[in-house]
């Protein structure tokens, strides 16, 4: 009877609704989602749902529209990276209720806080800069691709700068990210457009991987100050950081658009641009609000969900945008340029699995 018994008890162990079945942590995960759902009002999640869908519609097409301002015409690499900033109103704008809504009031200015909004402000301009002679050169889902490296260089400067944790999943995320950008090198022959010279396709790669390794560093100053000045993660605290870096930003990037005299420009390009002056200064206004609406998409989820949430949108952000790019621009895909993608897409869900197990760990 013994072995009768155990083997009973083997497919007792075995039973499809058991804990350990596939089944049973279907319906476990079922019921923590469920649970997670009622434990916030229906207006988090509807604010949710919109800030996701900032993030997936606007930062794509904001790269998009960067990259046709450049094939139908336009020329200036300051002018791109004046209008990513020119839209810091419109945190303003949502800042404000904010204060009324929330009974708080503005976080006061000492020396130290305003040293770091204006040193963010100008890595913020710098950064823009180098993702504006990316997109003068590369075709837009290339340079979405190579972007995406940001996230390597924000666990490397988070892991130095905030001590953040580096588990094997994100060491291995970062070591399959690096392969991608690899792959898309060894495709450059067939990825570059017939009027960019080889020269400036290497500088745009260039440019391309130093602005994701100053938006990485951007990322772990800006926690960095959240943890050793502001002391506290509140909305209104995230929205006044994102306000003052955009508007010392939006001040160097105008400096360096009137020293170089692309104001006086605009009315030339408007004239030569394909579709006319209304076609050149809607790509430049719809560029504006894309890229703004994307940034406060991005500043709401991290705010309302975590960053595992907002690592997954960043990760299906970019192959939308190079779908949306070889759809809408006929950019080239070839089979390298498909297969750095799913490389990509691959490292992106060792970064996400990784940093929901830290996540779970310190839980």
């Given at each position: 009877?013994?072995?009768?018994?155990?083997?009973?008890?083997?497919?007792?162990?075995?039973?499809?609704?058991?804990?350990?079945?596939?089944?049973?942590?279907?319906?476990?995960?079922?019921?923590?989602?469920?649970?997670?759902?009622?434990?916030?009002?229906?207006?988090?999640?509807?604010?949710?749902?919109?800030?996701?869908?900032?993030?997936?519609?606007?930062?794509?097409?904001?790269?998009?529209?960067?990259?046709?301002?450049?094939?139908?015409?336009?020329?200036?690499?300051?002018?791109?990276?004046?209008?990513?900033?020119?839209?810091?109103?419109?945190?303003?704008?949502?800042?404000?209720?904010?204060?009324?809504?929330?009974?708080?009031?503005?976080?006061?200015?000492?020396?130290?806080?305003?040293?770091?909004?204006?040193?963010?402000?100008?890595?913020?301009?710098?950064?823009?800069?180098?993702?504006?002679?990316?997109?003068?050169?590369?075709?837009?889902?290339?340079?979405?691709?190579?972007?995406?490296?940001?996230?390597?260089?924000?666990?490397?400067?988070?892991?130095?700068?905030?001590?953040?944790?580096?588990?094997?999943?994100?060491?291995?995320?970062?070591?399959?990210?690096?392969?991608?950008?690899?792959?898309?090198?060894?495709?450059?022959?067939?990825?570059?457009?017939?009027?960019?010279?080889?020269?400036?396709?290497?500088?745009?790669?260039?440019?391309?991987?130093?602005?994701?390794?100053?938006?990485?560093?951007?990322?772990?100053?800006?926690?960095?100050?959240?943890?050793?000045?502001?002391?506290?993660?509140?909305?209104?605290?995230?929205?006044?950081?994102?306000?003052?870096?955009?508007?010392?930003?939006?001040?160097?990037?105008?400096?360096?658009?009137?020293?170089?005299?692309?104001?006086?420009?605009?009315?030339?390009?408007?004239?030569?641009?394909?579709?006319?002056?209304?076609?050149?200064?809607?790509?430049?206004?719809?560029?504006?609000?894309?890229?703004?609406?994307?940034?406060?998409?991005?500043?709401?989820?991290?705010?309302?969900?975590?960053?595992?949430?907002?690592?997954?949108?960043?990760?299906?952000?970019?192959?939308?945008?190079?779908?949306?790019?070889?759809i809408l621009l006929n950019d080239p895909m070839s089979g390298l340029?498909?297969?750095?993608?799913?490389?990509?897409?691959?490292?992106?869900?060792?970064?996400?699995?990784?940093?929901?197990?830290?996540?779970?760990?310190?839980?």
């Amino acid at each position: 009877m013994q072995p009768l018994l155990q083997s009973e008890g083997i497919m007792e162990e075995e039973s499809p609704d058991s804990p350990g079945s596939l089944r049973g942590r279907i319906s476990a995960l079922k019921k923590k989602a469920w649970e997670e759902y009622k434990s916030k009002p229906i207006s988090h999640w509807i604010l949710l749902l919109l800030s996701s869908a900032a993030m997936l519609i606007a930062f794509p097409a904001s790269s998009l529209l960067s990259r046709v301002y450049y094939a139908n015409g336009g020329t200036s690499k300051w002018i791109i990276s004046w209008v990513a900033v020119a839209g810091w109103p419109l945190t303003a704008l949502i800042l404000l209720p904010t204060y009324f809504f929330c009974k708080s009031f503005p976080t006061p200015l000492n020396l130290m806080l305003t040293i770091s909004y204006i040193v963010l402000g100008f890595l913020s301009a710098a950064d823009n800069l180098m993702y504006a002679y990316a997109y003068a050169y590369l075709p837009a889902s290339t340079a979405s691709l190579l972007a995406s490296s940001s996230l390597v260089f924000s666990a490397l400067f988070g892991y130095i700068l905030v001590k953040n944790k580096l588990n094997a999943a994100i060491v291995n995320a970062i070591v399959i990210i690096t392969a991608a950008m690899t792959i898309i090198a060894l495709d450059s022959d067939s990825d570059r457009y017939g009027n960019v010279t080889e020269k400036q396709y290497i500088l745009g790669f260039v440019w391309d991987i130093l602005g994701s390794a100053l938006h990485g560093l951007i990322f772990a100053l800006s926690e960095l100050v959240f943890v050793k000045l502001l002391g506290r993660r509140s909305f209104h605290v995230v929205l006044e950081q994102q306000l003052m870096v955009s508007l010392f930003a939006f001040a160097f990037t105008t400096i360096g658009v009137v020293c170089n005299k692309d104001f006086q420009g605009m009315a030339s390009e408007a004239r030569s641009f394909k579709g006319g002056k209304s076609s050149y200064y809607l790509v430049l206004i719809w560029s504006t609000i894309s890229f703004q609406l994307g940034v406060l998409g991005a500043t709401a989820v991290l705010f309302l969900s975590s960053t595992v949430l907002a690592g997954v949108l960043n990760a299906v952000r970019v192959p939308l945008t190079s779908i949306a790019a070889v759809i809408l621009l006929n950019d080239p895909m070839s089979g390298l340029k498909i297969l750095s993608l799913v490389v990509t897409f691959w490292g992106f869900g060792c970064y996400i699995y990784g940093s929901s197990s830290g996540t779970r760990d310190q839980s």
